[in-house]
């Protein structure tokens, strides 16, 4: 199966359905946010992340160009 | 008449130390008058017979484990004996207990949560841009806690964000509650039919808490970023939201706080509300100079914003008495963690005509650079203050420093200062402000506090106040109060 | 001025089309033929190797040590010192198997007279080669090299490998795909494990094979052997594996990587949009469990083609199908075996439709390593490597687990931002 | 797959001769595996060197015996243990961990030994079990049920091993109370069976393996019915003069006179068990004090290094 990331991106959703139902949360960076989010029942997947390419400045910047 | 009861487990066998910990909790349960955990040895056998922990009918061999306990009566008797079960079971269910594997990639964690429809990224500015782009390709909503995100960046995030019908919240943004739940930075407020829309965290942190504490709620908070009104962004984020919110049949008010909006986004904003549905307040705090259609009114502070965007704002007024001894000081020194918080201080002292720096000046005050005899708000959050540190509404330790110079600062009458709770904050911000000033000892300024919080927050605001009095604080209702007191304070020496 | 904008919907477009390739492979066992009458170019003297080009000056022990003892099973030499006196004089032509269609375990030598195996791949119409798995204990592959090696090598040529070609021509060849997807519930990874696909496979080739071969004494022999190793299954695994990924190379602007293969030196892997260049590194020691008497201090650095299995998703790819095996990564739990495929999950492009996993809920094995995940990740790919002895003509010592080095991908990816302009 | 680093004497002997067992208790740390005749202790290094111990090299992962079982099958092959069903490969070849040897002593390093533990053990020793006898007669000192119950067999066992040690003439067999001491006490090795094994390996420490074999063949019939399966594994090896290994180093540098070793070496002996270490120094201690006693004139062999 070809993950999502090959297809084209979401484009067009309903606007506004951000509003029109609690928030389905993907937590990057401080691991608090995602626990008080837990703590409300809130669906919250927390990204373990980390600097890209071990923090590699260079090589962090050629990615982002290279990026999807 | 007391009750013996045993248990054998053959061929369990529990480390040393564990046996010791587990006899030792079972006899202090209430009721218990003796227990023991012991191999059931012949010789632990006339132990536990004289010690009256034996039931003559048990029977047991040298290699299996007694668990005996003498009770006051068999219920006792025997919940202590599902206590021991229990405990006995412990650490094999530590053992059990399988490390779940996170995503290290947000592109893994979309996977895992097919339906998210939001990225909260609080990653080093320097990375957030790029974890922000890869989330709106992936079809989310986007809210930037980070800071130090370049203003090229965030232009070319919104704009993307813009084509495909999602949104980017911040940079620099602390603070949502979307459909009743609060992110990062915010406050446990009830639902109601009043939405904000706010450049910053604090500002509707306060205006929500306000709102919240005169007995109204909020449907939706944004924060859009300190940016998104300049002329370079061009109010992207704060008209996608204001559009989602005109067809929002949740929210009938709308409260927008922001700093006076660059020229050219003026117009784009007051024709939005001419042509809407709803009512508006527009908090720009430090100018009154804007002109608002019929169904807007213009406040200059948060305190005024919450009185109006409330049917009755009566809750609001209380200011208590300062009974502090007249300041020795001649000035105020107000240390911020949240920017329009501080802001709102300048306001406050501008419209009583008192002269204010600020390291983020209103317009009317001065740009702090270091004289000192002067009236000062600083922003402690600002982006020089935070780069590479934690921001001082996670740890207050970072504002310690300033707190110390200014109580010993002999031109200093007044220090004041916001202690915002909620969810993000650190646990207990008063506990640690009222350490500070114990240690650092009592000095001639009057110390004088807001909390922006509710009694729902983790922090409990009631809990916050008292320990902040009980520290000799003086705690103002709301910040623009605050600011009010410190001047009254000031006058009355 | 490059248009950076369009790069990143041009790479994702360029890696569709290469996973759905690499997805769509469908690879066939036809037929097992005499080396030279496969690859012209495999001339008297010429050896094909495992791994990224090397010469002999800079061949690992175990590698130098098949080099001699194949040049005494070809004939070239009349013993193994002699053979090394010719190896140093520079009298053989070294090249890799990858250049040739083919792959080898381990040592990976290929030579003239060798029979290999040939799988089909239906879908994109190549093929691709491997030799015939020469079993457990003092073999070639691992540097094996004295005479009871080159007699087993000479039976393979000489009985088993016609025996399997004809056996193969009748029944038509035996499709490789739904055989892998059996495998795979059976507990098998492809790489340290085969035992289920070696059986399925036997099963398969047994009538075939006893119709082929008229004396039974003989078929017997060739039974017992087949069946008596786990890991007959391995070699082929590998050149499905090559001729599945043969057809994803050159695809411009694709970051997939299409081979992963290391000769006991170096460690390198080709990328589709980078052509057939190489990026190397020096390989990293395997970790892992020793055979009663052998240590680390034993073992040589890790080798071989096998990695191609682990290039399109299976081996360290497909741990969590093969609890068994991670009893090589060290504690060897299953949730460890799980974790493992969960962090492979990270670096690659999309899932295969047909090879799944039970204790995933029949998720399919990771598959298409994108370099500029594993870069953005740091997660290199986990790779199940048989270990070998670090001096020559001793062989298998254990097995364990290897990283790929970070150095080739981050190499790659350089080499990749220079083509598109943006270095 | 897992490596030992060190393996104790008894252990390697137990795997040498085995083929198969299985799991017989597993702790966070550490398994117990019943090889048929004997147990063996496979755990990390925070164990500790002993007998029957089997250390593993330290490995990157946690919980490493989390998925073991009780009565899951154990079996050896190769020099390599399999443990449970999955299994657990653990590589045993690894250095033989043998007692640390007593280095030079005289009567004169012993009593500044003896006196330094006598005067540390009080108030650092546990309460419970019974290293009250470190210090004191037990049950005047102690009210826990052990140290009571153990007062009477403690001074009949010592004054026992005072004439055993004293006069090679005496023919007294082990004192009948001795016998109460087995399974006495809480513990996963109850005290009384911990005290018993300090008095053997002490024993073996003094050259006095003689007096060591007789109280073991006095006590052995009993520990099958009287105490558990652990303490029997660990009074065998003790009855061939071996314990833990920080057991041993706190005996010798008792028996050394290295005083300022002393309060290290008890750290480590907290670290055994909840009270087993100091129970089984308190065994030692006993027929420690009682080479002490002998009179000049009785005395027949010197008292000398190993």
């Known amino acids: 199966m070809v993950s999502d990331e090959n297809d084209s991106p979401a484009i067009g959703r309903v606007c506004a359905e951000l509003l029109q139902s609690r928030p389905r949360v993907i937590n990057v960076g401080l691991a608090v946010f995602a626990i008080d989010l837990d703590a409300q029942d809130v669906d919250v997947v927390h990204v373990d992340w980390r600097p890209p390419a071990g923090g590699d400045e260079d090589l962090a910047r050629l990615l982002s160009m290279l990026a999807d | 008449m007391s009750v013996t009861v045993n248990i054998v487990r053959a061929g369990v066998f529990l480390d040393s130390v564990v046996l010791m910990q587990i006899s030792r909790e079972l006899t202090a349960i209430q009721g218990v008058e003796d227990a023991a955990l012991m191999m059931a040895t012949p010789a632990n056998w006339d132990i536990l017979s004289d010690a009256g922990l034996l039931d003559e009918d048990t029977m047991a061999g040298p290699g299996d484990l007694l668990v005996a306990v003498r009770a006051q009566d068999q219920a006792i008797a025997d919940s202590t004996l599902q206590r021991a079960a229990e405990l006995m079971e412990r650490p094999a269910q530590q053992n059990n207990t399988s490390q779940e594997l996170r995503p290290l990639t947000l592109r893994s964690a979309c996977r895992q949560l097919p339906d998210a429809n939001l990225a909260l990224i609080s990653v080093p500015g320097d990375f957030a841009g790029a974890e922000a782009r890869k989330a709106l390709r992936a079809g989310l909503n986007v809210m930037i806690f980070s800071d130090n995100v370049s203003l090229a960046e965030e232009i070319s995030l ?145 305190k005024d914003a919450a009185a109006a965007a409330v049917k009755n704002s009566k809750g609001l007024e209380a200011l208590p008495v300062v009974q502090q001894a007249p300041a020795a000081g001649s000035y105020v020194r107000g240390l911020y963690s949240g920017g329009t918080l501080a802001a709102e201080a300048q306001v406050v002292f501008l419209s009583h005509r008192q002269p204010v720096l600020s390291n983020v000046p209103v317009p009317g005050a001065g740009l702090f650079t270091s004289e000192r005899a002067n009236h000062i708000m600083i922003d402690l959050g600002d982006d020089r203050f935070t780069r590479g540190r934690p921001h001082p509404m996670i740890d207050p330790a970072v504002r310690d420093e300033p707190i110390c110079a200014a109580l010993s600062d002999p031109d200093v009458g007044a220090v004041l200062l916001d202690v915002v709770i909620g969810f993000g904050a650190h646990p207990d911000p008063a506990g640690h402000l009222a350490g500070l000033l114990d240690r650092h000892g009592r000095s001639g300024s009057v110390v004088i506090a807001s909390v922006t919080g509710t009694d729902e927050d983790p922090q409990v605001r009631a809990k916050q106040v008292s320990v902040l009095e009980r520290a000799g604080v003086v705690v103002a209702p709301s910040n623009a109060d605050a600011a009010e007191l410190a001047l009254a304070g000031l006058k009355i020496g | 001025m490059v248009d950076t904008a369009a790069l990143a919907p041009a790479i994702r477009r360029a890696n569709s089309k290469a996973l759905e ?12 033929v005499p080396a030279k009458d496969l690859i012209p170019e495999l001339k008297e003297h010429t050896i094909l190797h495992a791994g990224p080009p090397i010469e002999w000056d800079r061949m690992c022990g175990p590698m130098r040590g098949a080099v001699a003892g194949v040049a005494v099973f070809e004939g070239w030499a009349r013993d193994l010192d002699e053979a090394g006196v010719q190896a140093s004089k520079g009298c053989f032509d070294f090249h890799p198997n990858h250049h040739f269609s083919a792959v080898g375990p381990m040592t990976g030598l290929t030579t003239c007279s060798q029979p290999l195996l040939v799988v089909e791949n239906r879908a994109a119409g190549n093929r691709a080669y491997c030799t015939v798995n020469e079993g457990l204990g003092k073999v070639m592959r691992f540097g094996g090299n004295d005479e009871s090696v080159r ?56 009538p075939a094979l006893a119709s082929a071969v008229a004396d039974h004494s003989d078929l017997s022999e060739m039974l017992a052997f087949m069946g008596s190793n786990d890991q007959f299954f391995l070699n082929i695994a590998m050149a499905m594996g090559k001729s599945i990924m043969d057809p994803v190379r050159n695809i411009e602007q694709s970051t997939v990587v299409t081979a992963m293969t290391r000769n006991g030196t170096d460690f390198g892997i080709r990328i589709s949009g980078l052509g057939d260049e190489w990026f190397t590194a020096p390989v990293e020691m395997p970790a892992g469990l020793y055979f009663p008497g052998f240590s680390a201090a034993d073992a040589n650095p890790d080798m071989g083609d096998s990695t191609i299995v682990e290039t399109i998703g299976l081996g360290g790819f497909a741990m969590a ?54 870069v953005e990740t740091g997660i290199v790919p986990t790779i199940n490597t048989g270990i070998a002895h670090r001096e020559p003509g001793i062989g298998q010592v254990g097995a364990g687990v290897v990283k790929a080095p970070m150095a080739c991908f981050e190499k790659a990816l350089r080499a990749l931002g220079e083509r598109l302009g943006i270095s | 797959m897992l490596r030992a680093q060190s393996i104790g004497a008894v252990a390697v002997r137990e795997i040498s001769q085995s083929v198969a067992g299985r799991i017989a208790a597993v702790f966070d740390r550490s398994v117990y595996v019943d090889l048929g005749s004997q147990w063996i202790c496979i755990g990390d290094a925070t164990v500790g060197n002993g007998p029957v111990n089997l250390l593993l090299e330290p490995t990157p992962y946690s919980g490493v015996f989390a998925d073991l079982v009780v009565d899951q099958p154990v079996r050896v092959c190769a020099g390599a243990v399999h443990l449970g069903k999955r299994p657990l490969i653990i590589e045993t070849a690894a250095k033989v961990w043998l007692p640390p040897l007593v280095s030079e002593w005289t009567k004169e390093s012993l009593i500044r030994g003896l006196d330094a533990l006598n005067a540390i053990s009080r108030g650092r020793a546990p309460r419970q079990g019974l290293s009250v006898f470190l210090y004191g007669r037990g049950s005047e000192l102690s009210d826990t049920r052990e140290a009571h119950v153990g007062a009477l067999p403690v001074f009949e066992l010592e004054s026992w091993l005072l004439n055993r040690l004293v006069d090679m003439r005496c023919l007294e067999g082990v004192p009948e109370s001795a016998q109460q001491l087995i399974g006495l006490g809480p513990g996963l090795t109850p005290s009384g069976d911990d005290f018993l094994g300090g008095i053997l390996i002490a024993l073996s420490l003094v050259h006095r393996q003689d007096i060591a074999a007789l109280l073991y063949a006095d006590l052995c019939p009993r520990l099958l019915t009287r105490t558990g399966p652990i303490s029997r594994t660990h009074l065998a090896a003790a009855s061939a003069g071996q314990g833990l290994e920080a057991l041993h180093l706190a005996i010798n540098s008792v028996i050394e006179g290295n005083v300022e070793m002393i309060p290290t070496r008890l750290h480590h002996i907290d670290r055994i068990g909840s009270s087993s270490g100091w129970d089984a120094l308190a065994g030692a201690y006993v027929v420690l004090r009682a080479c002490l006693v002998q009179p000049a004139g009785l005395q027949k062999r010197p008292l000398g290094s190993n």
Not at chain 2, 173 to 201: E, K
Not at chain 2, 260 to 282: E, M
Not at chain 3, 21 to 30: E, R, S, T
Not at chain 3, 368 to 373: K, S, Y
Request: hydrophobic share 45%; aromatic share 2%.
């Open chain 2, 158 to 302: 919104k704009r993307e964000a813009r084509d495909l019908g999602l949104i980017v919240m911040g940079p620099d943004c602390g603070t949502a509650i979307i459909d009743g739940v609060p992110l990062a930075f915010a406050n446990v407020v009830p639902r109601g039919d009043i939405a904000i829309v706010g450049a910053s965290g604090t500002g509707i942190q306060e205006v929500s808490c306000l709102i919240a504490r005169a007995g109204e709620g909020i449907s939706h908070a944004i924060g859009v970023g300190g940016r998104d009104l300049t002329e370079a962004v061009g109010a992207i984020s704060t008209l996608t939201v204001l559009d989602w919110l005109e067809r929002d049949v949740a929210t009938h008010h709308i409260v927008l706080i922001a700093k006076p909006p660059a020229p050219s986004v003026v117009d784009q904003i007051t024709d939005f509300i001419r042509s809407s549905s709803k009512s508006y307040t527009v908090c720009l705090v430090g100018s009154d100079d804007l002109a608002l259609p019929d169904n807007a009114k213009l406040t200059t502070t948060l």
């Open chain 3, 21 to 32: 390739i690499l997805l769509q492979g469908d690879p066939v066992l036809i037929d097992v």
């Open chain 3, 151 to 206: 007699d087993r090598l000479a039976w393979i040529r000489d009985s088993l490998g016609p025996a399997l070609g004809s056996a193969l021509q009748c029944c038509g060849g035996i499709p490789l795909r739904p055989l892998v997807a059996r495998g795979l519930t059976m507990g098998d990874e492809m790489h340290q494990r085969n035992v289920a696909c070696s059986s399925l496979l036997l099963r398969e080739l047994a």
């Open chain 3, 321 to 374: 199908a093969a609890p068994a095996v991670a009893g090589f990564v060290g504690a060897g739990s299953v949730a460890e075996a799980a974790g493992i495929t969960a962090r492979m999950r990270e670096i690659t492009l999309g899932e295969h439709p047909e090879w799944t996993i039970v204790s995933e809920n029949y998720q399919g094995v990771p598959t298409g390593i994108d370099i500029r995940l594993v």
